[in-house]
């Protein structure tokens, strides 16, 4: 498998080098098919006095969807074990998902008049997530880690491409970049649809429905 180790803020020392090295063995292990894996160390220095950190992001890629897992600590040595534990175990859970697989055929059904979905562990939204989702009463903020006015919540934004897949894959590529939850388009139905994690291999989705946008009311 090939290693690739990149440092954005920081250098890559050797001794960090034969670390990975000895870690790609464990890796490896659980994930033989694997071609590529990435190591990205970025290293964080704030004004407002809090203490510099380091960030490492492992993106393994190969045949299959890629898998993902970031840590961040003090230390890049401290965030580069939790990164390859975080990784092990998306790896971990996929494999044993699919085994269950093999063992107990999920055979999703989707019923259009209904609106049902038969066959696997998803649970409709509740009314108060709807309601949270479609008045946005959850503040999204950009990254500020370089500003002085200092927030301990930091929500980063990225930007993807649309892909429109099935409930059960968007539940599949869920679990293999380790989140809690996955954007996608549903195949079935062309919504927008985001699918959670709730209590061991539970899990919910939330569909957003196409309606006309409300009339503005004009100022007399």
């Excluded at 107990?104 to 997530?129: M, Q």
Aim: proline content about 4%.
């Amino acid at each position: 498998m090939d290693t690739n180790i990149v440092g954005v803020g920081v250098g890559i020392t050797d001794r960090f080098r034969s670390v990975v090295e000895e870690k790609v063995s464990r890796i490896e292990h659980l994930a033989p098919r694997a071609q590529a894996l990435e190591v990205k160390v970025t290293h964080r220095s704030y004004r407002n006095g809090r203490m510099e950190d380091d960030t490492v992001e492992l993106t393994l890629d190969g045949k299959g969807p890629v898998v993902r897992a970031e840590a961040t600590d003090a230390d890049k040595f401290a965030a580069l074990d939790l990164a390859v534990d975080k990784i092990s175990e998306q790896v971990r859970r996929a494999k044993d998902k699919r085994v269950d697989l093999r063992n107990h055929p999920r055979g999703a059904k989707f019923e259009k008049g209904t609106g049902e979905i038969a066959g696997i562990d998803v649970e409709p939204a509740s009314v108060e997530v709807l309601r949270a989702v479609a008045t946005g009463s959850v503040p999204v903020q950009a990254d500020t880690a370089d500003e002085e006015d200092y927030c301990p919540v930091v929500i980063r934004q990225k930007e993807f491409e649309a892909e429109w897949m099935t409930v059960e894959d968007a539940v599949d590529r869920m679990e293999l970049v380790g989140h809690d939850f996955f954007l996608f388009i549903d195949a079935r139905t062309d919504h927008p649809s985001v699918v959670y994690r709730r209590k061991g291999w539970d899990y919910g989705v939330i569909e957003l429905t196409t309606q006309a946008q409300p009339a503005v009311p004009v100022a007399s």
